[in-house]
């Protein structure tokens, strides 16, 4: 039973750090790992910002998100292309994350 709680505190504990990386705005990453130094960025923006990312994941042959969003962006494999879409308000901390989404591929 020890052996599980301790497995069980070190993976929380190991997952809550991993999290923090993207969801503190301030956290600081590796700026040289990136798929691309130069990409086309698109940037969307949408009435109905759930509806537009489902759609376009849909028709990109993925089987949408199935969970709530604040922000989406697609990527091409090569690194060269990226279409964020975001509500017609937004903030800097959910563009950001996006566009880091558009050099770093799925990092989290």
């Known amino acids: 039973m020890k052996k599980i709680i301790?497995?069980?505190t070190i993976t929380f504990f190991a997952t809550?750090?991993?999290a923090?990386?993207?969801r503190d705005p301030r956290s600081r990453f590796d700026a040289k790992k990136k798929m691309?130094?130069?990409i086309q960025l698109t940037?969307?923006?949408a009435d109905n910002l759930q509806q537009a990312c489902e759609e376009e994941s849909r028709r990109r042959g993925n089987g949408g998100f199935g969970y709530?969003?604040?922000a989406c962006s697609f990527w091409n494999i090569q690194?060269?292309?990226c279409l964020i879409i975001t509500k017609n308000t937004t903030n800097l901390h959910e563009l950001g994350h996006e566009v880091r989404h558009c050099f770093q591929?799925?990092?989290h």
């Open 16 to 18: 809550n750090i991993w």
């Open 105 to 107: 591929g799925n990092y």
């Open 43 to 45: 940037w969307r923006t």
């Open 20 to 22: 923090q990386d993207w």
């Open 68 to 70: 709530g969003l604040e």
């Open 79 to 81: 690194g060269t292309e």
């Open 6 to 8: 301790a497995t069980l």
């Open 36 to 38: 691309s130094d130069t």
